[in-house]
């Protein structure tokens, strides 16, 4: 079974911290992504990867870094967490394929309060 | 680039009642449509996808959503919903041949008894 694995559900953290937010997933896709989801603005795109060490920026990347030195593990990084960052951060992958990308698989969510 | 309209935010439906989910898309170039759907404190579940072919697309649960070029639509359908169905559904696009995914703002359908 696909499988895509967040490091922690709930997390805590105080205003100015770096947050680290780990994503692994065990289907040798390419492709991974972070998301942050708010009510009624829906998920919106941080940033994506496409293989190792490559990163693009999406819609709201602004506040955020991320790191990608495995293909199984995408990292999220606040270098300094402000209240704004409270949401909840879905990561996702997806496998290239020769016609395309396939349909993204979701981890759990961690819910991330700045306080 | 491309943008996704849910025109919904809440659907109250009750129990063994039909019930359609609208999604309207704008693209100027082909895209690939999807149906996710989030159950309470979850990550998001595929339901169904259209990459090309039928326009007529089965996904899980007993949902089913139609593409429509002319329209740019690509709503979900279920002609008898169950408690169960009662979660948060998001429809995406992602331009062909591309990975990423745009979102709309979500469904909230609320299956009562």
């Known amino acids: 079974d696909v499988k895509v694995t967040q490091s922690s559900r709930y997390l805590v953290k105080r205003t100015g911290e770096k947050v680290f937010l780990e994503c692994v997933q065990d289907?040798?896709?390419?492709?991974m992504f972070w998301y942050r989801q708010d009510p009624g603005l829906g998920l919106r795109l941080i940033y994506f990867s496409y293989d190792v060490k490559m990163k693009e920026k999406g819609d709201i990347p602004e506040g955020y870094s991320v790191s990608r030195e495995k293909k199984e593990r995408f990292s999220l990084i606040l270098e300094s967490a402000s209240t704004n960052q409270t949401s909840m951060y879905l990561c996702?992958?997806?496998?290239?394929?020769?016609?395309?990308?396939?349909?993204?698989?979701f981890g759990p969510g961690t819910r991330l309060t700045v306080l | 680039a491309q943008s996704v309209t849910q025109l919904d935010s809440q659907v109250p439906v009750f129990e063994e009642a039909p019930v359609e989910l609208r999604c309207n898309y704008s693209?100027?170039?082909?895209?690939?449509l999807f149906w996710y759907v989030q159950y309470p404190n979850q990550g998001l579940q595929l339901l169904l996808k259209?990459?090309?072919?039928?326009?007529l697309v089965k996904g899980i649960n007993g949902f089913e959503a139609e593409f429509n070029k002319s329209q740019t639509s690509f709503h979900l359908r279920k002609p008898s919903v169950h408690i169960s169905d009662t979660a948060e559904y998001f429809c995406a696009v992602s331009l062909s041949g591309y990975s990423t995914l745009t979102f709309g703002k979500g469904t909230m359908l609320l299956v009562s008894p």
């Open positions: 289907m040798d896709h390419e492709n």
């Open positions: 996702a992958s997806s496998l290239q394929t020769s016609r395309g990308p396939v349909s993204s698989f």
């Open positions: 259209y990459l090309s072919g039928s326009t």
């Open positions: 693209s100027s170039v082909s895209v690939y």
